[in-house]
């Protein structure tokens, strides 16, 4: 089946140091990603919508120059957070679209669990 | 824009009872819904999905779930719980026509011995 993974699966970081985290489709191609945070306890909430070859759509309230989000090929995928801060810290998960599955199917990552100190 | 609302933030069940988790979304084109299963500080695992046809669809370890167009529901159930059930669970929409997919606030499962 479609296998998404991501990298790192942990990352702790200081106060202001930027974070990349890599989301790669490995066995399909995915011309769209999605970037999810959730926060403990809570839902995923959609950040932005990735496209290969274009820049991403992010979601209301979501700044885009914080989260920077590039898809530069098929099967990947990257969201650097920039200067980062205590509030940032959250688990991240991206998903990708295939079509293996049937139409409008994403598959999730295991996520990245991001604390900032 | 379409929208899922999960009734029940929380659910215990008794292993070997019944789990019925509640889904209820708007959308106003046809939608496709699914539920995913989330362990600790994993990613998500898709359960099932329906896009078009049956309206009863099962899906891995036993869940099944029945899309109800008249009650704009799409209910999980299991005839039997097993403590390898207890995790949080996501009904999640989205239009037939678009990949934005919007997911519900979640139900974490408990189980019983």
């Known amino acids: 089946g479609a296998v998404v993974s991501q990298h790192p699966s942990r990352v702790i970081c200081k106060s202001g140091t930027s974070v990349k985290i890599e989301c790669r489709s490995l066995d399909f191609q995915a011309t769209t990603m999605f970037w999810y945070r959730q926060f403990p306890k809570k839902s995923l909430m959609l950040m932005a919508t990735s496209n290969e070859g274009s820049k991403a759509t992010y979601e209301q309230g979501v700044e885009k120059d914080k989260f920077l989000i590039n898809h530069a090929s098929l099967t990947l995928s990257t969201l650097t957070v920039t200067s980062a801060h205590p509030e940032d810290s959250s688990f991240y998960i991206c998903s990708a679209d295939g079509t293996s599955g049937g139409p409008y199917e994403q598959y999730f990552g295991p996520g990245t669990r991001l604390t900032v100190t | 824009a379409q929208s899922v609302t999960q009734l029940g933030s929380h659910v215990s069940v008794s292993e070997g009872a019944l789990v019925l988790l509640r889904c209820n979304y708007s959308s106003s084109v046809p939608p496709y819904l699914f539920w995913y299963v989330q362990y600790p500080n994993q990613g998500l695992q898709l359960l099932l999905k329906y896009t078009t046809g049956a309206t009863l669809v099962k899906g891995i370890n036993g869940f099944e779930a029945e899309f109800k167009k008249s009650e704009t529901s799409f209910h999980l159930t299991k005839p039997s719980a097993h403590m390898s059930d207890a995790a949080e669970y996501f009904c999640?929409?989205?239009?037939?026509?678009?990949?934005?997919?919007?997911f519900g606030a979640g139900t974490r499962l408990t189980v019983k011995p």
């Open positions: 999640a929409v989205r239009a037939y026509n678009n990949n934005d997919m919007r």
